[in-house]
T-cell receptor, first 112, second 115 residues
Framework: DAKTTQPPSMDCAEGRAANLPCNHS???????VYWYRQIHSQGPQYIIH???NNETNEMASLIITEDRKSSTLILPHATLRDTAVYYC?????????????FGKGTRLHILP | GAVVSQHPSRVICKSGTSVKIECRSLDFQATTMFWYRQFPKQSLMLMATSNEGSKATYEQGVEKDKFLINHASLTLSTLTVTSAHPEDSSFYIC???????????FGQGTRLTVV
């Protein structure tokens, strides 16, 4: 079972920051928070991951609360190509063979 | 560029026939690959874990005799949907974790339509 809760859908205006929340109140100390997205009719794409510190890469920023029970994925300047379903996932470790269990995700609509 | 490739990307088959879907890791070896199924407007559901040189591990409720998985080499896993029925129509996606990196890579998916 997925261990995360996300809103089913969100809208964001093009050019604005998209902030996608995720609750993972039962996260364990050795579990990482991962974000993937799936554009329509494609395979999921890795975005970012973190343990407890905030992380930033060329795609997005990840803000994890101090108690690690929730996090927010930030797309700083959303474009129409960011329209996708975004999945927040917790994984036990960085072991490459760990299964990825998907929840329902958030369907993000970027509005022109 | 893509590091995990699926083939075919789209297939239509007649009810009762079998369909094979290939998943290849392009520039790395994958001792483990994962197969998912996704119905319209739903999330990805893990079907099975493909293990190179050994039997696949199926998730609860997935029929191993219907969804045959073969992982004969370190770069190729195949999923065969046997005796396909219209309810098997779905989007099938494979994933391969790449050693030394923290994220798994996903294929582009195969859309199966059984008529």
């Amino acid at each position: 079972d997925a261990k995360t809760t996300q809103p089913p859908s969100m809208d964001c205006a093009e050019g604005r920051a998209a902030n996608l929340p995720c609750n993972h109140s039962t996260i364990s100390g050795n579990e990482y928070v991962y974000w993937y997205r799936q554009i329509h009719s494609q395979g999921p794409q890795y975005i970012i991951h973190g343990l407890k510190n905030n992380e930033t890469n060329e795609m997005a920023s990840l803000i994890i609360t101090e108690d690690r029970k929730s996090s927010t994925l930030i797309l700083p300047h959303a474009t129409l190509r960011d329209t996708a379903v975004y999945y927040c996932i917790v994984r036990v470790s960085l072991n490459r063979d760990d299964k990825i269990i998907f929840g329902k995700g958030t369907r993000l609509h970027i509005l022109p | 560029g893509a590091v995990v490739s699926q083939h075919p990307s789209r297939v239509i088959c007649k009810s009762g026939t079998s369909v094979k879907i290939e998943c290849r890791s392009l520039d790395f070896q994958a001792t483990t690959m994962f197969w998912y199924r996704q119905f319209p407007k739903q999330s990805l559901m893990l079907m099975a874990t493909s293990n190179e040189g050994s039997k696949a591990t199926y998730e609860q409720g997935v029929e191993k005799d219907k969804f045959l998985i073969n992982h004969a080499s370190l770069t190729l896993s195949t999923l065969t949907v046997t005796s396909a029925h219209p309810e098997d129509s779905s989007f099938y996606i494979c994933s391969a974790p790449r050693g030394g990196l923290t994220e798994a890579f996903f294929g582009q998916g195969t859309r199966l339509t059984v008529v």
